[in-house]
């Protein structure tokens, strides 16, 4: 499958996904259910961060992903629909954890779609995953912490 396809169907998952928060991965599994390709889009501020920050973010997600390529990782700078634009997606693809985010994100959608004609789709984070934000593991790392132990298990 030629994933640069138009006639693919993708959907761009965007924001602050790290491989420490581990109800993420759920949502790319239920996703790729519905899409036949799901690109993981790492938003990053050109003012505030190295070319090595953004390495540091991507590669442990990528690895993840490593043995699914329906599955591919980038950084974007700017607007959500931009990149859906740009990596020809026909949908946007985002996690809420409960009621209040879900109606709150309903009416972002409304208003994308209204804007660019590209889709939402709203997916519910499973409750019994973890979290942690990637600002506790950068300030963990940044202290010499280990932070492996966070790091969701790959399945053999």
Do not use: W
Not at 25 to 33: F, H, K, Y
Not at 55 to 80: F, K, N
Not at 107 to 114: E, K
Request: aromatic share 8%.
């Amino acid at each position: 499958m030629n994933i640069n396809s138009t006639s693919t169907r993708r959907v761009l998952f965007p924001g602050s996904l790290n491989p420490f928060t581990r109800g993420h991965q759920s949502l790319v599994e239920r996703a790729l259910t519905m899409f036949d390709h799901v690109v993981i889009a790492i938003g990053v501020s050109a003012d505030k961060h190295t070319n090595d920050d953004i390495t540091s973010r991507i590669q442990p997600i990528a690895d993840l992903y490593i043995d699914e390529p329906r599955v591919s990782v980038i950084a974007y700078y700017g607007l959500t629909i931009d990149a859906a634009t740009a990596n020809n997606c026909c949908a946007i693809l985002r996690g809420v954890r409960n009621a209040i985010d879900f109606e709150y994100e309903r009416q972002l959608a409304d208003v994308n779609r209204s804007i660019s004609g590209i889709e939402t789709i709203l997916l519910m984070t499973l409750p019994e995953y973890s979290m942690i934000s990637s600002s506790v593991v950068r300030e963990l790392e940044r202290y010499g912490r280990d932070v492996k132990p966070y790091l969701p298990q790959k399945k053999t």
